[in-house]
């Protein structure tokens, strides 16, 4: 192997690890002197010549003139006479400069070392993507999708680092293929086997977060605080933000003009629902708030046991619940109260429980139909068929079945 080869090796070996010119130098210089002082002792004194860009290596033996016979290591001295063959004029005393091939060194000794410069690159490598992700952690990052497994994706960032995103780190509708560009938080960094991974997320509250930083310049600015976030990602989440300055509206700077810049947001996270609201630390408001689009009645609370007991009319109580009881999830979680919803009986008395249609009506559809907030006949009814079609699961003909079923009761 020729000198020239064995550096321009290291310089493809460089290129693609992406190592400054400095520190390659660096490691060339200690891994050639660890090679150098082993064949020819610790005292040799040794210059190493490196251009990597040349692919130029020289290694010079320093050694001192002794009278002929004087000689007690040949590695730190050299004979008058042996001196005089390199140059006529050498006298006693005087330091020789001699250069080291490197075939002096034996292949053995050459692949030993290529090894050693290897082991020490990828050792400086993976302490260089540790602590440059270690420090980008609640950043958002956007790479190409490289190989998509079942349980993970593996994605490339810019200078070709291998990212790793979860399966549950995933939004449930997300779709990648191989060399799609996606955007994703820097969820964690953990070491593996003394290896750095590197994990990216798109369902935790900090991607939601720093997308609303990029998206409404109020944010990224510190004008807008966001106080709090929750999701279940891909389906809905609530954001509490806050502004210090009476001038600035909190909640339409983050939706903006005509749903302007919340519109790019809900198009990343895949259609998400994004109720944007204005924090307060009164308890009583942040859960109404909370509760929106549902309009709150009278709200009690438990301090101790941090429950809210929420009082709403009928046509309400779905729309406080939610499809799939997602939004009194969220709010619950928001405000951190157990929050439970009752309907003002005053209001209605003509209803019947869901539950007494089960000899008409299949479990599995009143079930359904719970599941968005409604146990009563009339709660159905005042939804409507469309809207019914939208939240549930339910074909078109089953509602209008349903519902004619319901009437019919009610009317009686």
Not at 123 to 149: C, M, S
Not at 252 to 266: F, L, N, P, Q
Not at 296 to 308: F, P, Q, S, T, V
Not at 312 to 328: E, R
Request: glycine letters at 6%.
């Amino acid at each position: 192997m020729s000198t020239v080869n064995l550096i321009e090796s290291f310089g493809e070996f460089k290129d693609l690890k992406n190592i400054d010119r400095v520190t390659m130098m660096g490691i060339l210089e200690d891994v050639f002197r660890g090679v150098v002082k082993k064949r020819f002792g610790e005292e040799a004194k040794v210059d190493i010549i490196i251009n990597p860009d040349k692919g130029d290596l020289e290694i010079w033996l320093n050694r001192i003139i002794v009278e002929d016979g004087m000689s007690e290591d040949d590695n730190l001295e050299i004979e008058l006479a042996e001196a005089k063959k390199i140059e006529p004029d050498f006298e006693v005393g005087e330091e020789v400069s001699q250069e080291v091939k490197i075939f002096d060194f034996g292949r053995r000794n050459i692949l030993s070392l290529k090894q050693n410069l290897q082991s020490r690159i990828m050792e400086l490598e993976k302490d260089h993507l540790y602590n440059k992700y270690k420090e980008r952690v609640g950043e958002i990052i956007t790479g190409e999708v490289y190989q998509i497994w079942k349980r993970e994706t593996l994605i490339l960032d810019d200078e070709g680092n291998e990212l790793i995103m979860p399966k549950d780190q995933q939004i449930k509708v997300d779709f990648f293929k191989k060399g799609d560009n996606v955007r994703a938080v820097v969820w964690k960094v953990e070491m593996r086997n003394n290896t750095p991974v590197v994990i990216l997320s798109r369902t935790a509250p900090e991607f939601l977060e720093k997308l609303f930083e990029q998206e409404v310049p109020e944010v990224a600015d510190g004008l807008i605080t966001i106080k709090r976030i929750v999701r279940e990602p891909g389906e809905r989440a609530k954001v509490a933000v806050e502004s210090y300055d009476d001038r600035i509206d909190p909640v339409g700077a983050c939706v903006g003009m005509k749903g302007s810049r919340i519109h790019g947001i809900v198009r990343e996270l895949r259609n998400e629902n994004i109720d944007v609201i204005n924090f307060t630390s009164n308890d009583q408001l942040l859960i109404q708030r909370a509760l929106s689009p549902a309009k709150i009645g009278n709200i009690k609370l438990d301090l101790e046991h941090k429950r809210a007991e929420v009082y709403m009319k009928p046509d309400q109580v779905a729309l406080a619940i939610g499809k799939g009881g997602h939004n009194i999830k969220l709010a619950g979680r928001l405000t951190g109260y157990e929050i439970d919803v009752y309907r003002e009986t005053d209001e209605v008395t003509d209803d019947v429980a869901l539950e007494d249609f089960a000899d008409e009506i299949d479990q599995w559809i009143i079930d359904e139909l719970k599941g968005i907030g409604c146990d009563t006949a009339r709660s159905v009814v005042e939804i409507g068929q469309e809207e019914l079609v939208k939240r549930t699961d339910l074909e078109e003909e089953t509602v209008i079945e349903v519902l004619r079923v319901l009437k019919t009761e009610l009317d009686k």
